[in-house]
């Protein structure tokens, strides 16, 4: 008998029964290698580029919706849409958006560039039935790396949306001086709490969608179209962003205190703002954000698709860059 028997020894033990999740991601196709002839930083460098695209493309679309989203997140006495535009918040919906683009691109690139190879070495490593863990893990090791990146992209944009600054660079500048590395990645605690789940569960669930839909409607005959892509794109957004609402406005506020210290810290941010303005606060701005995230997932995933195939060199179009080993049967 193996050693370590206890008091379920001589008993057989069942496993705990998969996610629903597993279903497609049992169906997926083993992960791809690099076709010969095709060195590993061709690839990389495909990635690299088609997260820029596919960042800065949304970004761009969509920068009015977010800016709403965090006046509304930023507003103590409440109101709404209505108490927004009656304050003149409808004015500036792009302030800060080229500055934003400049932070976006690499951190977009250095997302895609992270996501695509640890997916691919996690689902190389794990049985058929584990597959599922494959785009979790490539959803927060990308979050994680290209957080120091996006977090100080992130505390300018929020500070110029809510007026605070009207130019990126100056912006930067004045927080750094004033402020100092604190107040440069100001809410990076918070940024984590929301993003790293985030990105971990809006991957996981494209990516379910995507391979669950190619099987049961699909029958594995052909590749989704854009318009597919579009669709499991915008659920996965949509769902995800009215998820992590309430880690967005701890997020927003930690950003717009920067390094003034009316926050000991995430909790205690929480804990302020259910005392003084009660559990619906942590709400506040779900309406644009689930439409800003739900569109801009739409678009995202769209282009993403897209740009992965564009940027790919040939040999590897269909193969490393667009996650299948093999083209689609014609």
């Known amino acids: 008998m193996a050693s370590g028997a206890g008091e379920g020894a001589g008993r057989?033990?069942?496993?705990?029964?998969?996610p629903v999740f597993t279903i497609a991601s049992s169906?997926?196709?083993?992960?791809?290698?690099?076709?010969?002839?095709?060195?590993?930083?061709?690839?990389s460098l495909g990635l690299l580029a088609a997260g820029a695209t596919a960042g800065c493309a949304v970004e761009a679309a969509l920068y009015p919706l977010d800016t709403i989203k965090t006046r509304l997140q930023a507003m103590r006495s409440g109101g709404g849409l209505r108490a927004l535009v009656q304050a003149g918040g409808g004015r500036g919906l792009y302030a800060g958006l080229v500055g934003n683009l400049v932070g976006v691109a690499p951190a977009s690139a250095i997302f895609m560039a992270v996501y695509?190879?640890?997916k691919q070495r996690v689902q190389k490593a794990v049985d058929a039935d584990r597959a599922w863990l494959a785009p979790l893990a490539g959803g927060v090791a990308a979050g994680l790396a290209s957080s120091v990146v996006r977090v100080p992209t992130e505390v300018v944009k929020t500070r110029m949306q809510?007026?605070?600054?009207?130019?990126?660079?100056?912006?930067?500048?004045?927080?750094?001086?004033?402020e100092g590395r604190r107040g440069v990645f100001a809410g990076y605690s918070s940024f984590l709490l929301r993003d790293l789940p985030f990105d971990a569960i809006e991957f996981l669930t494209y990516e379910q969608l995507k391979k669950g839909y190619a099987s049961a409607?699909?029958?594995?005959?052909?590749?989704?179209?854009?318009?597919?892509h579009s669709v499991a794109g915008a659920i996965a957004g949509a769902v995800t962003?009215?998820?992590?609402?309430?880690?967005?406005?701890?997020?927003?506020?930690?950003?717009?205190?920067?390094?003034?210290?009316?926050?000991?810290?995430?909790?205690?941010?929480?804990?302020q703002i259910l005392r003084d303005e009660g559990p619906a606060a942590l709400l506040r701005g779900w309406q644009p954000r689930v439409i800003w995230i739900g569109v801009g997932g739409s678009i995202f995933f769209t282009v993403l698709e897209a740009a992965k195939k564009l940027y790919a060199p040939k040999a590897a179009a269909t193969g490393v860059l667009a996650g299948e080993p093999h083209p689609a049967p014609k």
Request: hydrophobic content about 35%; overall charge positive; proline content about 13%.
């Open 162 to 178: 809510t007026g605070e600054f009207s130019n990126a660079l100056r912006a930067l500048r004045t927080i750094a001086a004033r």
């Open 241 to 271: 962003g009215l998820a992590t609402t309430p880690l967005d406005v701890l997020k927003t506020r930690m950003m717009i205190d920067g390094g003034r210290g009316q926050y000991a810290g995430v909790a205690d941010c929480a804990r």
């Open 116 to 118: 695509e190879p640890v």
């Open 27 to 43: 169906l997926e196709s083993p992960a791809p290698s690099l076709p010969p002839g095709v060195p590993q930083w061709r690839v």
């Open 12 to 18: 057989r033990r069942h496993p705990l029964p998969p």
């Open 217 to 228: 409607v699909l029958g594995g005959r052909r590749e989704l179209n854009p318009a597919e």
